[in-house]
């Protein structure tokens, strides 16, 4: 089973100064604008054809499609995902996209906008009391989706996983006799020991979170939040495969290792190869996974 992972695709759209409102206005300045030479237009393209190439069973995006949760944002990332849409996508939102209480939907009666647009590639919702639990079952692998991501002030970034969708989920596994899932969640569950998270970015509890999985160890983690990829081989504290995507849109530079992953599962084992966009090609092309080994993940 091949799945493709893409994570952080931050579409900037040139936005109507009036329209912007509150924190909006700083975010525009600071994200969009700086994102408008980092991101050209020619990769939207290229990303989504090499992923129609790659004729995967799964593409997975683990949030952040936006900026600063405009409408519009919105708009435009629908029309530009519209061909890798489908049975088999599956989406969950960033802290980007969850930008405003009222893109969060906290404000008012309206949905929050990332269900509003995506909410038939977001999966199942799992009814549990007062949060966030999405599942979509592709042949014997299970997709979990959670929602790590709330409005925040613009100088915070940090997510949160409350630990009874932990238990929800793992409940649930058990009930329905899932063995074998992969969860994805916006926010790394682990980094790389040179591209730690400030307290102010990170998931704040999830060290309790990697504490209560390992009762039923999920496959991999997929995340993205941090703008370069990695690949963390499974370990005696994190039994899983952790793999970052962010952020699959960007040009790469010295600090940014941008590009995207696809895993091949056959029922045992999964094999982890990464994309990376080639000014020369034009084109995505498969290149060195970032990876760490046990030996490398700092007891984490
Ligand atoms: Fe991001
Ligand atoms: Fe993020």
Known sequence: MKLVHLSDLHFPVALPFMTLKGKMIPGYMNYT???????????????????QSLDPEAIIISGDITNVSHHREYDEALRILKPVLGDKTFMVPGNHDRYTRVAAGKKGTDLPYYEKFFSSWMGDSIPIQNGYLRIKKIGKLTLVGWDSNMPLSVLNAYGYVGEEIVHSTLEYLEKEKLDHYILICHHPIWNPPERQESS????????????????????AYLHGHVHTNWVKYPDPQKPYYVINSASSTRISDQRHQSGFHLMEWNGKALNVKRFSFSNEEGEFIETKTISYQEKETNGR
């Open 33 to 51: 604008f700086r994102r408008m030479r980092k991101y050209p237009i020619s990769l939207w393209d290229a990303i989504v054809r090499k992923v």
């Open 200 to 219: 102010g970015h990170k998931m704040k509890n999830r060290e309790e979170i990697a504490e209560l999985l390992k009762k039923r160890p999920p496959l």
